[in-house]
């Protein structure tokens, strides 16, 4: 009987000195101040832990962090202390910081000197020549740039009453050189290549104030931007050539604009027409409201204002 008594005994000792085992880490909420000590206004923020693979949302929405400004942004609740950060500035450069420890300190600042700029990105340029000579070679550099660079086109012309697509890779705003088949040459500086993808090649180009129209070109196709800040949303958009009838598709179709929402559409604008009128409707509003004087060849962006 004592033996089976400490048999029981030395049991529960052996069961009781088994190690414990360890305890999930415990939640906590996570705050943190971002400080914007750079020169720069910070357009956007992004926040996630360093384990995750996407950045998620930009947590600044449609705000924007001034220099000197700072923000404090909340986390959720989270077992990780491990957080990584990035910032947008307003020239699209962008900083990052990563592994940040919030659970040791909630202050982040960004300074700028971190901040790598934006890839150049790649335009599709059409030049279409309406001159009296062939042109030899087409030149396109930055505005910034130092220098033109190789000809676009190698070892092709492009004949009178022709065209060529050009890839330009570089900022928007470019300057372009035009040579023709007797070395005469003429050049253009500050033109917006994402505004003006088609470039007209005509006498007196380089002198007009706006960019010559293809005359022989049917509709041209834009890309619209349309911004809604009207403080409602926007059920319907109609644009028509200034001084025409306000009549045509809805070019929101269905959908609608959401207030604060931008929308990209391709806009087919017959050739030669520059001044456009738009008709907009906006939700539960039996009316429409008009707005004239659109000038289409010299902005593709569309903003509708609250004075709707």
Known sequence: ????????????????????????????????????????????????PSTADHWGEDRLGE?????????RLKLGASAD??????????????????????????????????????????????????????????LISASAAGEWGDDRLGHTTISVGD??????????????????????????????????RRIVIEPGW?????LPLDAKSSDQPLRLVVTNRTGR??????????KGEPRGPNLLGSAGLDDGASITIAFARPAGVCRFGARVGLDASPASENIDGLDLCHSQELILPATL
């Open 81 to 138: 202390c491990k957080f990584d950060f990035q910032v947008v500035y307003e020239d699209a450069s962008r900083e990052e910081s990563k592994g940040v420890n919030v659970c040791h300190g909630q202050v982040l600042a960004f300074d700028g000197s971190g901040a790598a700029a934006p890839a150049a990105a790649t335009h599709d340029v059409t030049i279409a020549n309406r001159a009296d000579r062939p042109i030899q070679q087409v």
């Open 163 to 196: 065209e060529a697509n050009i890839d330009y890779r570089g900022d928007c705003v470019a300057d372009i050189r035009i040579v023709y088949d007797n070395r005469a040459a003429e050049e253009r500086r500050g033109i917006d290549v994402c505004a003006s």
């Open 1 to 48: 009987m004592r033996v089976a008594v400490a048999c029981l005994v030395m049991a529960l000792v052996l069961v009781g000195a088994r190690p414990a085992l360890p305890a999930d880490p415990p939640t906590a909420e996570h705050e943190v101040t971002i400080g914007n000590h750079s020169t720069l206004s910070i357009n956007e923020i992004y926040v996630s």
């Open 233 to 242: 949303k926007v059920e319907s958009l109609i644009v028509y050539p200034d």
């Open 206 to 210: 380089t002198t007009a104030d706006t």
């Open 63 to 71: 705000e924007t962090l001034a220099p000197g400004h700072s923000v």
